[in-house]
C-alpha cells in the first residue's frame, strides 16, 4: 500500500536510505518500474503490473480508510445515490484487489 496522504512511509523501513522523493504515485511507478530500486505502492498496482514483483505482503500499518463525502441535500438524490451505490459495490466486488489479497 501506499503511504497515506501526508505521510512519507520512511519511517516504516528504518536505515534504508531514500533514494528519490516524489510527489505522485504515478511518479513512485515509473521510478520503480525504470530500475531507481525499490518503492512502496499500492498492491493493486504493483501486482497488475508485469514488470513488478512484490517484495512484502501488505503492510497494515499503510492501509487507508476513504471516505465518500456527499452534500446533505443532494445525498438522497437518484443520480447522486446511484453513484453511491455504484462506488460501494464496485468497492465491495474488488475488496481482495485493493488489499493485495491474490
Known amino acids: 500500500m501506499s503511504p497515506p496522504a501526508g505521510s512519507s512511509g520512511r519511517s516504516k523501513r528504518p536505515g534504508m536510505p531514500v533514494a528519490l522523493s ?9 521510478a520503480i518500474r525504470a530500475g531507481t530500486g525499490r518503492g512502496v505502492i499500492p498492491c493493486y498496482i504493483g501486482d497488475g503490473h508485469p514488470l513488478l514483483e512484490r517484495l512484502t505482503p501488505p503492510i497494515p500499518e499503510l492501509a487507508a480508510t476513504y471516505w465518500m463525502i456527499v452534500h446533505r441535500d443532494l445525498r438522497r438524490t437518484p443520480c447522486v445515490r446511484a453513484v453511491i451505490d455504484w ?16
Do not use: N, P, W
Open 87 to 102: 462506488t460501494k459495490a464496485l468497492f465491495a466486488e474488488q475488496r481482495d484487489l485493493l488489499a493485495g489479497v491474490t
Open 22 to 30: 516524489a510527489s505522485t504515485l504515478l511518479m513512485h511507478v515509473e
